[in-house]
T-cell receptor, first 112, second 115 residues
Framework: DAEITQSPRHKITETGRQVTLACHQT?????MFWYRQDLGHGLRLIHY???????NKGEVSDGYSVSRSNTEDLPLTLESAASSQTSVYFC???????????FGPGTRLTVL | GDSVVQTEGQVLPSEGDSLIVNCSYE??????LFWYVQYPGEGPQLHLK?????DKGRNKGFEAMYRKETTSFHLEKDSVQESDSAVYFC??????????????FGKGTKLSVKP
């Protein structure tokens, strides 16, 4: 079955380190998204991509970057991790022209 | 800008109670409306949707009516069950002519049904 996966599922890192969270989908969806979920803030969009080589900033993009070299993957990089980036991160994908967005299982990141 | 405001915090009905979770939206365009549900330890998943005014989304006994005149999309159920316990997100997506449009989420409402 087609799916969307995230790795790692849990990560503990130190302030200042670079961290990359992986997202992989097998539906061949053009649209991919990264969100963070924090208590009291709901789901906030970090970055998104509408296709290969396309990336766009969301509402909370500072300190994060993404790249889209193929259809299946959208890795999220924290260039220099900060304690404020401790959160649960969700990747999602959606086929162009459709309404249903599919979310991965999430990565819980702790920055000490 | 676009925004979604929903019942804040936690709702604690008993099993068999009726439920309304309020959702109001604001946008300059004509959106599609959604409820996503998130069970513990999982990512959100689409629960129900409505594409235009007066459409009613339905799933697992839940309903939500797209009301353009009051800009609302309240989630309702006649009799909740313990298995309905989850976090519910209201969301909108508007279309910019040929553009994609991204989902705008409310902050989520945690439903905890007491047995």
């Amino acid at each position: 079955d087609a799916e969307i996966t995230q790795s790692p599922r849990h990560k503990i890192t130190e302030t200042g380190r670079q961290v990359t969270l992986a997202c992989h989908q097998t539906w061949n969806h053009n649209n991919m998204f990264w969100y963070r979920q924090d208590l009291g803030h709901g789901l906030r969009l970090i970055h998104y991509s509408y296709g290969v080589q396309d990336t766009n900033k969301g509402e909370v993009s500072d300190g994060y970057s993404v790249s889209r070299s193929n259809t299946e993957d959208l890795p999220l990089t924290l260039e220099s991790a900060a304690s404020s980036q401790t959160s649960v991160y969700f990747c999602a994908s959606r086929a162009g022209g459709t309404d249903t967005q599919y979310f991965g299982p999430g990565t819980r990141l702790t920055v000490l | 800008g676009d925004s979604v405001v929903q019942t804040e915090g936690q709702v604690l009905p008993s099993e068999g109670d009726s439920l309304i979770v309020n959702c109001s939206y604001e946008t300059t365009q004509y959106p599609s409306l959604f409820w996503y549900v998130q069970y513990p330890g999982e990512g959100p998943q689409l629960h129900l949707k409505a594409m235009k005014a007066n459409d009613k989304g339905r799933n697992k006994g839940f309903e939500a009516m797209y009301r353009k005149e009051t800009t609302s999309f309240h989630l309702e159920k006649d009799s909740v069950q313990e298995s309905d316990s989850a976090v519910y997100f209201c969301a909108l997506r508007r279309f910019y002519g040929g553009s994609q449009g991204n989902l705008i989420f409310g902050k989520g409402t945690k439903l905890s049904v007491k047995p």
